[in-house]
């Protein structure tokens, strides 16, 4: 009482003096009791106290709902006492005996005093209202179907007394509005009412009519009991599996610490516990749930291993837990307690049991999905960050997914290219294709870039298939091959142009040394020497086949070493034009230098080499008769060196590829002029290591400027130098020296 709220214990002490005053009003009256109304009274107060006795009852949530038969009883004396010709004394009979029936059931029941004194002073105030409106209703006997209804009026007054008495002390003391505490059991509140009141007036009418049939009336007022009892069962087990619905529900989203509650403060309200918790055992890892709390701890050994996970269940002050344990006896997963006072029937410890198997059967959910989920974020990462390109087709081409490495190898954005099939996103076309182990492929697929540029991916091919084991489309890996495409195609070219270069030098060689040694061609001083001058240019030129080849290969390995000094260019490009004529005596070529010395820092054998190679390229490209025209400019920081021809021209596409290695034109080639494509390679890497640039300037069937640019020697500074500025060292003899 003392933990009450203040209006509630004021309601209570209210509702008290109303009841007490009510008894007090009747009490003049019971002195006039004949002995007919004692025996009213006496029986009537047995029927209450037994209808008081066995109650039934249906816990829904915080709230009871009572359905019992003594409105019956109330309202069969309502009418036997007042109907017809009243008497003073039949209000008081009828007070009485709801007030000491009352009493007396609900203290068998062993009810808290407190409650019992509150239940008989609310039903004294309810029935002293149903008496006046009865008393003031009516004058007719217990058969007159207008006395029923009066009765139902009256008893429906008294109904609401009731009624709101107990909802408005339920709604303060829970603190919930009166109308939530009031409406959801009205309906079966109405339609028990509406039952007792039939009853009542039918064993007034019984008792008025035909006195000896009352005691028939045993059997539908049994009949009522069991029909009341079996609507409660129903009502408790639609609430329990609504409840064990809701329960399932409550662990179906993520289960975190609030799905934990919802579900925890479920399982209290089904068992009707006061508290519940749930202790979840993962390795070594104990978590102990309640309604809004969450603890971890580690789980201790007690000597024998680990502990069984009923020792995590704390206990609650003066409650047992009741318990379900999840999983299997060898490995259990955890707990689930409830503490309530009043042992578990054999139903609610089935119910306990489901409860416990559906927190078995979510942990075991979360634990699949967490599982799959990591797979899944585990093979999406690996096809996110590998380097080959990874998509997926539909039987129909169209394309399902495309990794990282796939937009970065085509260009293409993954979301331009979903649902789409190749040849709706870019130009492409299959230049090879073999199966590899049966349901394989392997292709060459030819890209047209929206630039312009070619590019070729290599794609291997496997099949998915579905569960029923029919094909649903191709995984497909790739991988850029243009630069190794581009590779191989050198590689091959080289080889080609080589062994032919080779050839060409070898053959005549060979025949001359076979006639010298048949002893079959002109066997004169002249003619043999001339024979070895032929000798010796074919093989010069394999030397210098075999030494461009060292050249290139020696740059392929970072291997080029430079002597770097002042060279009197002019010196240097005339000692090679010499060298030249002395190949094509018939040859004009022109040589046009400024006034004065013109000294660069380089490297002379080098610098030699692409001046001889310029020309040699020029007279090979050029028609015998044409000139070939050399200037040389100098400026304060560079010399340039210019050497022109008259000869064919190069096409412009070809412009920046004569500079490739093993790269020669298609004229070259048709003319059959010979030359590994190398020297222009060389000469550009060279003239580029020495701190110059080459290039070239030509119109197609006019000639050819090939030019080259060497740092003059006073803005070479950083160039190494062996010799003074002041003695400039001659080209040739640097070249002589070397090729010692
Ligand atoms: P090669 O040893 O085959 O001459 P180069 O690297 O010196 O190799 O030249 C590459 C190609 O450039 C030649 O095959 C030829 O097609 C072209 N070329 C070089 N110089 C000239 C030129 N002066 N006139 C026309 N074409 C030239």
Redesign the pocket.
């Known amino acids: 009482m003392s933990r009450l709220p203040s209006r509630v214990r004021l309601l209570i002490l209210a509702i008290g003096t109303a009841g007490a005053l009510s008894l007090a009003w009747r009490l003049p009256q019971i002195t006039h009791w004949s002995g007919a109304d004692t025996w009213g009274f006496a029986a009537l107060a047995a029927g209450i106290a037994v209808g008081e006795l066995f109650p039934l009852a249906l816990r829904r949530g915080t709230e009871i709902l009572y359905l019992s038969l003594t409105d019956a009883v109330w309202t069969a004396g309502l009418v036997l006492l007042i109907a017809g010709l009243p008497r003073p004394e039949g209000p008081s009979v009828l007070t009485a005996a709801v007030g000491v029936g009352t009493l007396v059931g609900q203290a068998l029941r062993r009810r808290p005093p407190i409650k019992i004194a509150f239940n008989v002073s609310q039903y004294l105030c309810a029935i002293t209202v149903a008496e006046i409106i009865f008393g003031a209703l009516h004058t007719a006997s217990a058969s007159d179907p207008t006395v029923w209804g009066y009765a139902a009026t009256a008893m429906a007054a008294c109904f609401a007394v009731n009624a709101s008495a107990t909802a408005l002390v339920i709604s303060w003391v829970e603190g919930e509005p009166f109308t939530s505490v009031l409406l959801p059991p009205l309906m079966p509140n109405v339609m028990h009412w509406v039952g007792n009141l039939s009853l009542g007036v039918l064993i007034a009418v019984t008792w008025t009519e035909v006195p000896s049939a009352v005691p028939l009336m045993l059997v539908p007022l049994a009949v009522s009991y069991s029909a009341y009892r079996a609507w409660l069962r129903g009502m408790e087990e639609r609430d329990a599996l609504r409840n064990l619905y809701e329960a399932g529900r409550s662990l179906l989203g993520p289960l975190d610490q609030a799905g934990f509650d919802r579900f925890l403060s479920l399982v209290r309200k089904v068992m009707t516990a006061q508290a519940a918790e749930l202790i979840i055992i993962e390795g070594q890892k104990v978590t102990i749930h309640s309604e809004s709390s969450k603890l971890v701890i580690t789980a201790s050994s007690d000597g024998n291993g680990n502990r069984s996970p009923q020792a995590y269940v704390p206990v609650h002050d003066g409650l047992a837990p009741q318990i379900a344990v999840i999983g299997g006896p060898e490995n259990p997963e955890g707990v689930l307690a409830v503490y309530r006072s009043d042992p578990l029937t054999a139903s609610d410890r089935s119910l306990l049991e489901t409860l416990g198997s559906q927190v078995r059967a979510s942990l075991l959910n979360q634990r699949l999905y967490m599982e799959a989920a990591e797979q899944r974020t585990r093979r999406g990462d690996m096809i996110a960050n590998t380097s080959d390109g990874i998509f997926t087709e539909a039987s129909d081409g169209s394309i399902l997914s495309w990794n990282p490495a796939m937009e970065r190898i085509t260009g293409l954005a993954a979301n331009g290219v979903m649902g789409r099939a190749w040849d709706q996103m870019i130009e492409s076309k299959i230049i090879s294709s073999s199966s590899i182990d049966g349901s394989g492929r392997m292709e060459d697929i030819l890209l047209l870039r929206t630039d312009g540029s070619e590019q070729v991916i290599r794609t291997t091919r496997s099949p998915i298939t579905d569960p029923q084991g029919d094909r649903d489309g191709e995984v497909v890996v790739a991988r850029d091959v243009t630069m190794q495409r581009a590779a191989e195609r050198t590689k091959a070219d080289f080889i080609a142009t080589v062994s032919h270069e080779l050839r060409t030098h070898l053959t005549p060689l060979k025949g001359l040394i076979g006639t010298l040694l048949a002893g079959v061609g002109e066997d004169s001083t002249e003619a043999r020497r001339e024979y070895y001058e032929i000798m010796k240019r074919q093989a010069s030129r394999l030397e210098r086949l075999i030494l ?1 080849l060292l050249q290139v290969s020696s740059f392929d390995a970072g291997g080029l070493s430079l002597d770097i000094g002042p060279v009197d260019l002019n010196a240097l490009v005339s000692e090679r034009i010499e060298e030249v004529r002395s190949e094509h005596p018939d040859r004009r070529i022109d040589l046009h230098v400024p006034e004065g010395p013109l000294i660069i820092a380089a490297d002379a054998f080098r610098a030699g080499q692409v001046v001889g ?2 020309l040699s ?2 007279a ?3 028609p015998a008769e044409t000139a070939i025209e050399v200037t040389l400019v100098g400026s304060g920081r560079e010399a340039v060196v210019s ?1 022109r ?1 008259e ?4 096409n412009p596409a ?1 412009h920046e590829r ?2 490739e ?1 093993f ?3 298609v ?3 048709a003319r059959q ?11 550009k890497r060279l003239v580029e290591a020495m701190g110059g640039r080459m290039w070239l300037s ?1 119109t197609p069937g006019e ?2 400027t ?1 030019s080259f640019s060497l740092p003059a020697v006073g803005a070479a500074a950083s160039y190494r130098s062996h010799h003074s500025v002041t003695r400039p060292a001659v080209a040739s003899s640097s070249a002589d020296a070397r090729n010692r």
């Open positions: 461009d190679n310029l390229n020029a090979k490209h050029s050497i021809d000869g064919e021209g190069i070809d004569v500079f290695r790269y020669r034109t004229q070259a080639k002029t010979g030359g590994a494509g190398l020297g222009l390679y060389i000469a030509s000639g050819s090939f």
